[in-house]
Structure formats: C-alpha cells, structure tokens
C-alpha cells in the first residue's frame, strides 16, 4: 500500500490575550486553511501543548506505511509577544527549552516595531515575527516553516536508521530516499545550514 | 423597494465612516476576510467583541483614574490593549486617541489622562453608534439579489472597474455575505 500523502490541514496554536485579536488570527488561519486551535495566554497554550503534542508520535510505521499522526500534532505556534504574566517572550523560551517542543516553529506578533524586540526573539528561536494587525497575506509566509520543520524531522527520523524507505516519501521536501546514514546526516546538516530564521520585516525598515 | 433604500444608506454610512477616518483600511481587510466564502456575520462578530472589550477597558480606566494615587502602569497597560484592538478592527481614530493617551500616561500627568480618557470614550462611542446602525441595517439591506462592494478612496482603479461590470450602482457599493 503506498504511503499517506498528509493532506489533513495544518494545525496552528494561537496564543493572544485579547478577545477581538483571537477572533481575527483565527478567521485568517482558517481562512488560510489551517485547523486552528485558540487559546489566551501563554500558560493555557503550554497545558494544550503537552496534552496534545507530547503523547503523539510524529511517524507511526506499519510495514511500508508511514502515517503522520496529524490529528492532534501542532504544527505551528502563533504568538502574541504582549501579554500579562507570561509573554509571547517568555513561551518562545519554553517552547525551545522542551526536547518535545522545540522543533515546532513559533511565529511572534506584536504591535509595536521595536527592533531590539524583535531581534531578541529571532536569537531565541523564532521563525518569523509579524507586525500587528496581522494581515491575509501574512499567512503564506507559515508554511514554508511548517515544511521545513517536518523536513528535519524526517531527516532525524531517516538518521534513526530504522525506516523502510523502499515506499514514496509522504513529506513535501524534495528528500531522496537514501539508506546511507552519513550522507543522511551530511543532508540534515546542509538543511540546517539553509534554515535560518527570517524576520517580516518587509512593514518596518 | 425598502431594501434598495437601505442599501443606499448603508453604504453612504460607511463610505462616511471611510472618508472621516473612522475606521482604515484594517476593517476593509475585515470585510475581505467575510467575503472570503466563510461564515456570514464574521465582521459583526468582531466589531461586537470589540465594543464588548472596549466598554470594558474603559471602565477599567475610570476606575483606576479615580485612585487617590493611580497607578499609571496599570492605565498604560490597559491603554495599550484598547490600541491593539482597535487597531485590528480597524477603529482608526479610537486609535489616536489612544495614542495621545499613552503618551500622557509616561508624564504621569493624572488630569491630562482624564481628558485623554474622555476623548478615547467619545471617539469609541462615536464609532459604536455607527457600527450598530450598521449591524441593525445590513440584514433588511440585504433583501435583494444584488451583492456591492464598499471601496475605500486607497482601493485601486483597476479593482473597481472589475467590480462595475457586475454591479448596478458605480458609487461606492457594499459586501456583507
């Protein structure tokens, strides 16, 4: 039987304090097609986290199928940076500080443009930072690092050795399936080198 | 012929509300979101939520001002959460005036964020008014074959020719879906 190809939406967390702001991030999530899971405030999102990411495997294997155990899998945290308690800050910090959770791309949002902000969140992790109000197109920029972040858990799951890679490969990387384990590694290293994490910031220069 | 009257209204309510600077082109992109084939009645869910939140926010302010000593902190944290939402609806000159508000908080001056607060509540009132007269009309408006689409004056030529081929009236037009 030929591997699942994931075509079960995305799965975004996001993390906003304030009613209206909720409301909007999740219309253009959705709109976006992205499933879309909303909570408001940072210790809310780090229950959710480990209730729904942590128990699930990225790859269950069944002979030469490799299903994505998409359901509940967060494939991507939106953040606001400003809020009371723990900040938008503060969760990117736990958010790479957990060995479960840190590969999962996070996205910061604020209303103010404030450079050393911003760069102190990009030196902490995150993957891109969008100006308030969040805009429509604003929304592409999400999965290419949704995709990248699976590429490198491919890689690291490719780098375990144990995978059967005689079926297609289910992911949207380009990744040729390869046995040998040194050129896997030399590849995961040469994506890591590409990843870099890019700032919006087409809004405030 | 009610409902084409109406419709008239409706748009010469928000064409106004556009050329006043009432609202920006935040709230265009919130009319976009509804048309974007979703559920009917997204925009007047967060205009609502807004108002709900804003009432709030402002009480919260006038009872921190009334303080025999106020905590500017707190009224600069409150001030900064009725900008960020009203910038995302789009509220444009709720937005100033919150603006003018923050920076008498870091002067700390008690009687100058009182007055800022009266300007914030009456330019959030203002706006209210108009959005409710908004939300009472668009479902009688409605009552027609006819979709419109409102164009702020930002909006390109281009876009509005594209959108005159389909629809009756050239002026400016309304899409609530």
């Given at each position: 039987m030929a591997a699942v190809a994931t075509e079960t939406p995305f799965h975004v967390l996001a993390v906003d304090d304030s009613l209206p702001d909720r409301k909007l991030i999740e219309r253009l999530l959705k709109t976006s097609s992205f499933q879309v899971t909303t909570v408001d405030?940072?210790?809310?999102?780090?229950?959710?986290?480990?209730?729904?990411?942590?128990?699930?495997?990225?790859?269950?294997?069944?002979?030469?199928?490799?299903?994505?155990?998409?359901?509940?899998?967060?494939?991507?945290?939106?953040?606001?940076?400003?809020?009371?308690g723990?900040?938008?800050?503060?969760?990117?910090?736990?958010?790479?500080?957990?060995?479960?959770?840190?590969?999962?791309?996070?996205?910061?949002?604020?209303?103010?443009?404030?450079?050393?902000?911003?760069?102190?969140?990009?030196?902490?992790?995150?993957d891109?930072?969008?100006?308030?109000?969040?805009?429509?197109?604003?929304?592409?920029?999400?999965?290419?690092?949704i995709l990248k972040s699976r590429c490198k858990e491919h890689y690291n799951q490719q780098s375990d050795g144990n995978i059967d890679e005689s079926s297609s490969n289910p992911t949207n990387s380009s990744s040729s399936s390869s046995d040998n384990s040194s050129s896997s590694r030399k590849r995961k290293a040469e994506g890591d080198a590409e990843i870099l994490p890019k700032a919006n910031r087409s809004r405030h220069s | 012929?009610?409902?084409?009257?109406?419709?008239?209204?409706?748009?010469?309510?928000?064409?106004?509300?556009?050329?006043?600077?009432?609202?920006d082109d935040q709230f265009q992109q919130l009319q976009m979101l509804q048309d974007d084939g979703g559920t009917p009645g997204f925009v007047a869910e967060v205009v609502t939520l807004f108002c709900d939140d804003a009432d709030r926010i402002i009480s919260e302010l006038a009872a921190l001002l009334e303080q025999p000593v106020v905590d500017f902190d707190k009224v600069d944290a409150y001030v900064h959460q009725l900008k960020g939402s009203s910038a995302s609806v789009g509220a444009q000159k709720v937005k100033?005036?919150?603006?003018?508000?923050?920076?008498?908080?870091?002067?700390?001056?008690?009687?100058?964020?009182?007055?800022?607060?009266?300007?914030?509540r009456n330019e959030f009132y203002d706006l209210r008014?108009?959005?409710?007269?908004m939300l009472q009309v668009v479902p009688y408006a409605l009552k027609?074959?006819?979709d419109f689409q409102v164009f702020t004056g930002i909006v390109k030529?281009?876009?509005?020719?594209?959108?005159?081929?389909?629809?009756?009236?050239?002026?400016?037009?309304?899409?609530?879906?």
């Open positions: 405030s940072g210790s809310k999102a780090l229950e959710f986290l480990r209730i729904h990411h942590d128990s699930s495997t990225p790859i269950s294997l069944q002979e030469d199928q490799l299903i994505y155990n998409q359901e509940v899998a967060v494939n991507l945290i939106i953040t606001d940076y400003c809020m009371p723990m900040t938008g800050y503060d969760l990117l910090k736990k958010i790479k500080e957990s060995s479960s959770l840190r590969d999962i791309p996070v996205v910061i949002m604020s209303s103010e443009n404030i450079p050393s902000r911003i760069n102190r969140c990009l030196e902490e992790g995150a891109e930072f969008f100006l308030k109000p969040v805009r429509l197109s604003d929304m592409s920029k999400l999965k290419p690092h | 012929m009610a409902a084409a009257a109406l419709r008239e209204q409706l748009n010469a309510l928000l064409s106004s509300m556009y050329a006043s600077g009432l609202v100033f005036t919150c603006m003018q508000f923050r920076e008498l908080c870091q002067h700390k001056n008690r009687d100058g964020c009182i007055m800022a607060l009266t300007l914030v008014n108009k959005f409710q007269t027609g074959p006819f030529m281009e876009h509005m020719l594209l959108n005159l081929k389909r629809i009756a009236c050239p002026c400016f037009l309304l899409t609530f879906v």
